[in-house]
């Protein structure tokens, strides 16, 4: 399977090298101020969490502050450049722990945080380190809530080959989103390599590698096809594909599989897809132990990640684009999902469990006036588990996610 893998890539690199050579993104530099932007995006949002069975409800209302700068690269053969971020988040009412340090009834008012990053380029070629956010199959900042987890370590990302990206890594601390501090996910280091080619603008194909140190071993792979089928129709097809080995934190377990694949129909501004799911080994899919609570890509992940040990899950769902209707930024998503043969006994039931979630968002866009760029978002999901699993896992839930996201270019 891994000479497998190593072919494909070893194939896209014969592919690229066939194609003529592209401009160098170090020689278009414009210096370290002219090309450098500071972006604030602001972003509140309200949770609520209703859970059966006597568990206590999440309530939770909160503005974050999420300040990036990114600076230009000085000129020359090797440029250099500095970026930045601040995170400032203020406790409104409630409080949780994915937001805010403390206990529950305890939360703390706010949470504040800070980083930066030194960067070089060659070529196309770009070398950070320090803290950054990171966005990879096998290594994911989650910005699911109100602030981003962040990462400290080094990433080199290449495009020297046209459709071509590499990715190579070493990270050595995880700050989840609801904690200032540095490492507080315990993270010793995270070795990461891999890349994505595109064929053409229909096919692209990714793999990916990665070493938690005292953790787990994970392999990733992607392979996306868009079939176009008139003016405006089209078929995607969308295969993702984990496997984790060396498993050290669950006992008695050694590793897991998990793989997804989607077909997704659009026609005009409606899409209709339809997703299958499954897991297999010795526990269900790991992750966001040091790789981030982002580093699950697959289809079925929504409210439930429909990952537990052994299960088969469906996905049917729609989607709206209002604008062909006349209202450009109007969006909605509808979807209903169902897993079963879960192995109730490994969550501390007996026989097959299964769960079901129904899922409802439905976000707007402001295209023009004053709250020009303003987003206002509404998420809904609606989770039901059998005995079997709710009692080592999500209990049933009614949940709402209500955001106001207002992004600002200051530079």
């Avoid at 993104?25 to 949002?45: I, M």
């Avoid at 309200?46 to 909160?62: E, I, L, S």
């Avoid at 994970?218 to 984790?244: C, G, H, R, W």
């Avoid at 866009?365 to 303003?374: E, I, N, P, R, Y």
């Amino acid at each position: 399977m891994k000479v497998m893998k190593w072919s494909v890539i070893a194939m896209a690199v014969a592919a690229g090298t066939s194609q003529l050579a592209f401009a160098s993104a170090q020689s278009e530099s414009k210096g370290f101020v002219d090309d450098a932007s500071l972006d604030l995006l602001l972003r509140n949002t309200y949770w609520n969490r209703d859970y059966a069975d006597g568990v206590p409800d999440r309530n939770t209302w909160a503005q974050g502050f999420i300040a990036t700068f990114e600076s230009g690269f000085t000129q020359g053969v090797v440029g250099f450049g500095i970026d930045a971020y601040g995170l400032l988040g203020v406790k409104l009412d409630g409080g949780q722990a994915d937001m805010f340090p403390g206990e529950r009834f305890d939360w703390e008012d706010d949470l504040s945080e800070a980083g930066a990053a030194v960067k070089l380029r060659l070529s196309n070629t770009t070398a950070k380190y320090g803290n950054q956010f990171v966005n990879l199959p096998v290594i994911a900042s989650d910005d699911s809530r109100l602030l981003p987890e962040a990462f400290t370590g080094t990433l080199l990302t290449s495009s020297e080959i046209e459709g071509l990206e590499l990715n190579a890594g070493r990270f050595t601390a995880d700050s989840p989103m609801g904690s200032p501090a540095r490492d507080d996910n315990g993270l010793k280091s995270l070795d990461v390599f891999g890349g994505t080619y595109a064929f053409n603008e229909n096919l692209s194909v990714s793999l990916y590698f990665s070493d938690v140190e005292d953790t787990y071993d994970k392999k990733y792979a992607n392979i996306n096809y868009v079939m176009p089928l008139a003016e405006d129709q089209s078929l995607t097809f969308d295969f993702n594909y984990y496997k984790t080995d060396d498993i050290e934190i669950v006992p008695d377990a050694d590793d897991n599989t998990i793989w997804s694949l989607s077909a997704k129909y659009a026609i005009g501004s409606h899409a209709f897809i339809l997703a299958h799911q499954r897991v297999s080994g010795d526990t269900g899919y790991l992750y966001d132990n040091g790789d981030g609570g982002g580093a699950i890509w697959v289809a079925n992940s929504f409210l439930s990640d429909f990952n537990n040990k052994d299960e088969r899950s469906w996905q049917a769902s729609y989607e709206l684009d209002f604008t062909g209707y006349g209202i450009p930024g109007l969006f909605w998503k509808t979807a209903y999902l169902r897993g079963d043969n879960i192995d109730g006994e490994y969550y501390g039931g007996n026989g097959e469990a299964t769960e079901r979630e129904f899922f409802n968002q439905v976000s707007y866009t402001f295209q023009s006036g004053a709250a020009k760029d303003l987003t206002l978002r509404a998420r809904n999901s609606i989770l039901r588990t059998s005995n079997d699993l709710n009692n080592d896992y999500l209990p049933d839930t009614n949940e709402w996610r209500l955001y106001a996201i207002y992004p600002l270019s200051i530079l």
